[in-house]
């Protein structure tokens, strides 16, 4: 039996290359979500959370999403249709007021970005920021826009330490949207 020794340089170019690597694609499928009012896409695998686990989730929130989309946890997109009155003019102002009122609540948050941006076609505000949630961090990519005269909000969060993995998997969501009005 032969043993094989490794330099240390050889090992450190090796955990090096493995660090560098690229995380594992996320396949992407297309869902129609809020009564088909939404088109956008969903990573593979994410199921619609249960009545009962949103029930437990949000029973001391003041208001609770319309539908999650979640895969066990690690992370989830949630969509909330609003009783807010919204269209295209009111986007900018929804937009700055949002930013004003998170800074506020979330002084030791970490802002990434912030603004309007046109997703196909479409005026689109959001947030995008790493804040403490029950005693550790999350990110967060909170994006939201019209949709039949009401206001839609959509909440990506994952864990802190899942921001890699999952960082550019919420953009792309972000730029799928498409509102079926």
């Known amino acids: ?52 686990q949103m029930d437990f989730n949000y029973a ?38 949002f930013y004003k009122i998170y800074a506020k609540q979330f002084k030791e948050a970490k802002w990434f970005n912030h603004g309007v941006k046109d997703v196909n076609g479409r005026k689109v505000g959001y947030m995008e920021l790493m804040k403490p949630e029950l005693g550790h961090e999350v990110y967060q990519l909170i994006f939201f826009t019209d949709v039949e005269g009401k206001l839609l909000m959509c909440t990506f969060t994952c864990a802190d330490r899942q921001k890699p993995e999952w960082e550019n998997v919420a953009k792309q969501i972000m730029g799928s949207f498409k509102a079926n009005s």
């Open 60 to 97: 001391k929130a003041q208001s609770r999403p319309s539908v999650i989309y979640t895969n066990n946890k690690e992370a989830s997109i949630a969509f909330s249709y609003t009783d807010n009155t919204a269209d295209q003019d009111m986007i900018d102002m929804y937009s700055d007021n």
């Open 1 to 52: 039996m032969k043993k094989v020794l490794l330099s240390a340089p050889l090992i450190c170019l090796m955990l090096l290359l493995m660090a560098a690597r690229p995380f594992a694609e996320v396949e992407m499928v297309k869902k129609r979500v809020l009564s088909e009012r939404v088109e956008i896409l969903i990573p593979k695998g994410f199921e619609v959370m249960s009545e009962q």
